[in-house]
């Protein structure tokens, strides 16, 4: 079964660090299109980031600098590193997986449950 | 960045009804539009992909229509499971947005 689990979520203070993680079944990571998706309580869906399968990266301008979007293949999981977090990251971090055609995205079409981060002192 | 649309916010229908919400772009995306589901507390689900492409396994009364900046996702024939929440997404180029979605309410 196709599946992914996202964790590493909780309580932090402002300026702090998390790194979530997003472990992958039924299919590889690395030969794949991942992406990390975050809703704020209450709010709409808020891109975060990509990471291609050749190991190009991409990031919303809000996160640049702060977040890294990475993966380690023999665990088949994908990781997003949040260093000085602020009180508007607090959102539930979704990881997908981007589909594929071979020559363009066909949106993004396995999700995970989300973990939560909570950003406050 | 590409500033994304949707219309209307909240939309109440009934069982039976056809629904079409509405996504614009603030330039051309081509076609590079999805289509996806929220239910509360649940992960977003993709309905339509390439703004008019199927997602394997959605039922055939979901639809998407349109290309460039004007977008449509329309239900053909409304069911209980159908209301949730809409978005909109561009992946035209980065940063990919989505739109502030649509409540389907029952009525």
């Known amino acids: 079964e196709v599946q992914l689990v996202e964790s590493g979520g909780g309580l932090v203070q402002p300026g702090g660090s998390l790194r979530l993680s997003c472990a992958a079944s039924g299919f590889t990571v690395s030969s794949n299109y991942m992406s990390w998706v975050r809703q704020a309580p209450g709010k709409g869906l808020e891109w975060v980031s990509i990471?291609?399968?050749?190991?190009?990266?991409y990031y919303t301008d809000s996160v640049k600098g702060r977040f890294t979007i990475s993966r380690d293949n023999s665990k088949n999981t994908v990781y997003l590193q949040m260093n000085s977090l602020r009180a508007e990251d607090t959102a539930v971090y979704y990881c997908?997986?981007?589909?594929?055609?071979?020559?363009?995205?066909?949106?993004?079409?396995?999700w995970g449950q989300g973990t939560t981060v909570t950003v406050s002192s | 960045d590409i500033q994304m649309t949707q219309s209307p916010s909240t939309l109440s229908a009934s069982v039976g009804d056809r629904v079409t919400i509405t996504c614009r772009a603030s330039q051309s995306i081509s076609s590079w539009l999805a289509w996806y589901q929220q239910k509360i507390g649940k992960a977003p689900k993709l309905l339509i992909y390439k703004a008019s492409s199927l997602e394997s396994g959605v039922p055939s009364r979901f639809s998407g229509g349109g290309s460039g900046t004007e977008f449509t996702l329309t239900i053909s024939s409304l069911q209980p499971d159908d209301f949730a929440t809409y978005y909109c997404?561009?992946?035209?180029?980065?940063?990919?947005?989505f739109g502030q979605g649509t409540k389907l309410e029952i009525k």
């Open positions: 990471i291609y399968s050749g190991g190009s990266t």
């Open positions: 997908a997986r981007v589909g594929w055609s071979g020559s363009h995205f066909n949106g993004m079409d396995v």
């Open positions: 997404q561009q992946y035209n180029s980065y940063p990919w947005t």
